[in-house]
């Protein structure tokens, strides 16, 4: 099987490859702001390096978020358009999956500036996305959470996530941005 995953959610754009058994990797600097003049030319490197054309790639992950507005649609729309244009099949990942997967008990936290935190907590196997400040952190709700601070993008896990989901059938027919908390534009209606 070969896949293809891209998250611009982030300010390092990631693309990650897999053609058969090889991996190929585009982690980019913390450049956000070229995010939609390099995706194409990236994902086209690396199909090109890999020697595999966008229509043998069986499936598209779209990171759905949490993360920066404009990446996240970036990202989004370029593997919709992609899958549009391949027939690929489509599964969408969150960035905060890839740091908890395997576990349980866990928080994932996205430090999203002035002590504020994208979250996401598993207990007992159930997912709840969440938007926490520091203090919250030390509510009861949170005790007995192991946790775990996202860094940067994770081919890594962002791969097992997607093979997960490819086994359980986790497929969409449209990749769809997925954010916690209202933007300010939604936030002043």
Known sequence: MNFLIVDATQPKLMICLGAGEKRFTYLGNDSARRHASMILTKIDELLTEAG????????LGAVTGPGSFTGIRIGVTTVNALARASGAKTVELTALESVVFGKDDVI???DCKNDNFYALKRRAGEDEYLAVNASELDEARFNGLERVYYLSPDPSGAEKVLLQKVGKGEFTELARPFYIKKSSAENQK
């Open 108 to 110: 994932a936290l996205m």
């Open 52 to 59: 595999v054309a966008i229509g043998e790639v069986d499936v």
